[in-house]
């Protein structure tokens, strides 16, 4: 599970603290500015998800599909950033806005969650159709790492992808609602609480300005947002009630990506820091819980979605160099 030293991750001088790493993208990295095309992929339920695309126009060259984390969108550096990396390789990409996070409420009172599978593979459907000569990846950070895993194991030989990388994920979403709220993590927590119920409050907004009277009873029914300081007691109120599932502890158990990687058939490789401050180690799956087509490259250090190395004047960023490279090495581009 260890990586091999040709691959190992070394931190930039003074960013060895898994925060920094962790903070330094939405903090302190600077804007990537790559030309974007948006498409809007309406979906069954009448709802819409939001593909920004990047890089060449080409029925051959292969396409990546990137998905973002909690509370993030294709505007997160991270994002952008993995864009711009595969376009210079002349590889393909369209970055999906999960449910609400494309800068416009989404039209159910229903969201995105961890477990959200079911809106990855519409999407996976949708560019296959758009582009069946190219090879076609995916590539999701924490809360997109777990649902595309989720994904690859429901799916098996079908996830009709030919490589997936996921980054930082949240294996056992019930131990890292644990983690968070421990220590510094509480920090991000915090700013997580905040973000979710700001998201809720403007999707009510939006319902009464458009007079969609029943979904603003729906989420009316949810109760107060106040006081909601943990992921326990979002997911609790607010998660579970809106998706079908019977409480957190529920949800949690159905959408952990830790239970459903032994159905992985598809070349799959996970990066992953062990000082992660959002994941205990041992949420990590063990060796015999992994198909054969699944590597863990697992590092000492790098934070949650961090793995900024260089030097503080010059940034470097494993990850934009590390995921083209590996998908690369499968021979499809």
């Not at 030309?35 to 695309?53: A, H, I, K, M, S």
């Not at 979403?173 to 403007?202: E, K, P, T």
């Not at 300005?209 to 009316?220: K, M, V, W, Y």
Request: hydrophobic content about 40%; aromatic content about 10%.
């Amino acid at each position: 599970m260890m990586s091999a030293a040709s691959e190992r991750f070394v931190p930039a001088p003074g960013l060895g603290n898994p925060h920094l790493q962790t903070l330094w993208g939405p903090l302190w990295r600077q804007t990537t500015h790559i030309d974007r095309q948006r498409e809007r992929l309406w979906l069954e339920d009448g709802d819409f998800l939001d593909l920004d695309w990047h890089g060449p126009h080409s029925a051959e060259a292969p396409l990546v599909l990137v998905l973002h984390g909690l509370t993030g969108s294709s505007n997160s550096p991270y994002v952008a950033g993995l864009q711009q990396a595969l376009g210079r390789q002349g590889w393909a990409s369209a970055a999906l806005n999960w449910r609400g996070c494309s800068g416009e409420p989404n039209l159910l009172p229903r969201s995105y969650h961890s477990g959200v599978s079911e809106d990855l593979a519409a999407a996976i459907t949708h560019l296959r159709a758009r582009r069946p000569l190219a090879p076609l990846f995916a590539v999701g950070y924490s809360l997109g790492g777990n649902v595309l895993l989720k994904h690859l194991g429901e799916a098996g030989r079908d996830s009709q992808l030919q490589g997936a990388v996921a980054v930082s994920v949240p294996f056992r979403l019930d131990q890292c609602a644990d983690r968070i709220g421990q220590g510094f993590s509480r920090f991000y927590q915090a700013h997580f609480m905040r973000q979710l119920v700001a998201y809720v409050r403007n999707k009510q907004r939006q319902f009464q300005h458009d007079g969609r009277h029943e979904g603003l009873a729906t989420l009316a029914a949810l109760g107060p947002l106040e006081n909601m300081r943990t992921f326990w007691d979002f997911d609790g109120r607010v998660t579970a009630p809106l998706h079908g599932f019977s409480d957190a502890a529920d949800y949690y158990r159905r959408a952990s990506s830790r239970y459903f990687m032994a159905g992985i058939s598809t070349p799959t490789l996970v990066i992953q820091a062990a000082d992660d401050p959002f994941v205990f180690p041992h949420s990590l799956p063990e060796p015999r819980e992994l198909s054969a087509s699944t590597r863990i490259e697992l590092h000492a250090r790098g934070g949650h979605v961090g793995f900024v190395d260089g030097t503080l004047r010059r940034p470097g960023y494993y990850l934009e160099r590390r995921i083209p490279d590996w998908l690369a090495s499968l021979g499809h581009g």
